[in-house]
């Protein structure tokens, strides 16, 4: 199962990307994270540490100057490029991708492309989306199987989650997270807006803002955190199609 994460600009996309990784190989599946945005912190919110993180840039980097044998196939990058995240979930980090033109898999495709390369074979691909919807345009039927769509209760959060639910609603199965969400009225401005009922409710937590103040994953900062619990909730309705 693909599973792609998408919405504006800082509405927790990698929070939630990184924990439901997290939560999903606690219960027992194999687990890919897929960075794919051009500020690659996915590492942070599944555990892996800023320096492990800044590394796997650094790597891309290289790879890009030219300095690092290419990898032609996405198993191969996965195993290259990739670094080990806490509950045996595999971190790649396939971002700095400036060259579209070379055609090359590690270097020089685009997130969409990158996401299609990726077999499942049981195992589930969480992919941690650019912001905004470019992505998602370009996105193909069938090379996602699911776009978790994330909005705050702010009317561009919202405005952004309207697009992104229209452009993949053609593509993928679509699931909407409010997130950050402080009180029923938060939850009614997200229902009315977009005409649709969220999902899941994430609560605004303490605990996920300080897990990212300290550079920690939020599900080892505190397993049993409500919007942590959020999160797992939303991996455990995974769970029956995630297998
Ligand atoms: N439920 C929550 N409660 C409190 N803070 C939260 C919550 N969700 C996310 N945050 C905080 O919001 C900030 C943005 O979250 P995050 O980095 O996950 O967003 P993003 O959508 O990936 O951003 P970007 O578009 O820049 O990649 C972080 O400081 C994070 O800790
Ligand atoms: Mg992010």
Do not use: W, Y
């Not at 300095?67 to 290259?80: I, L």
């Not at 898999?105 to 997130?111: D, Y």
């Amino acid at each position: 199962m693909k599973i792609a994460v998408a919405g504006k600009g800082g509405v927790g996309k990698t929070t939630i990307a990184g924990t439901l990784a997290r939560s999903l190989a606690r219960s027992g599946h194999e687990v890919l994270a897929l960075d794919t945005d051009t500020n690659p912190m996915l590492g942070v919110s599944l555990g892996v540490g800023p320096e492990t993180t800044d590394l796997l840039v650094a790597v891309r980097q290289a790879l890009q100057d030219g300095e690092v044998e290419h990898e032609p196939t996405a198993e191969g990058m996965a195993e290259t490029f990739g670094a080990d995240a806490p509950d045996g979930v595999r971190l790649v980090v396939a971002t700095r991708i400036d060259r579209f033109d070379s055609g090359c898999l590690c270097c020089g495709v685009t997130p969409d492309q990158l996401l299609r390369e990726f077999e499942t074979d049981g195992r589930v691909v969480v992919c941690d989306l650019e912001a905004g919807v470019g992505t998602l345009m370009r996105l193909e039927e069938g090379q996602a199987d699911l776009v978790v769509v994330v909005a705050n209760p702010t009317a561009k959060s919202i405005d952004v989650a309207r697009r992104a639910l229209a452009i993949a609603e053609s593509k993928a199965a679509v699931l909407l997270v409010a997130n950050r969400v402080s009180g029923p009225e938060d939850v009614e401005s997200i229902r009315s807006a977009l005409g649709r009922d969220p999902e899941i409710i994430v609560p605004e937590d303490p605990v996920i803002a300080g897990a990212d103040r300290d550079g920690e994953a939020p599900i080892d900062a505190g397993a049993g955190a409500p919007g942590v619990l959020a999160i797992k909730e939303l991996a455990e309705r995974l769970v029956p199609t995630a297998a």
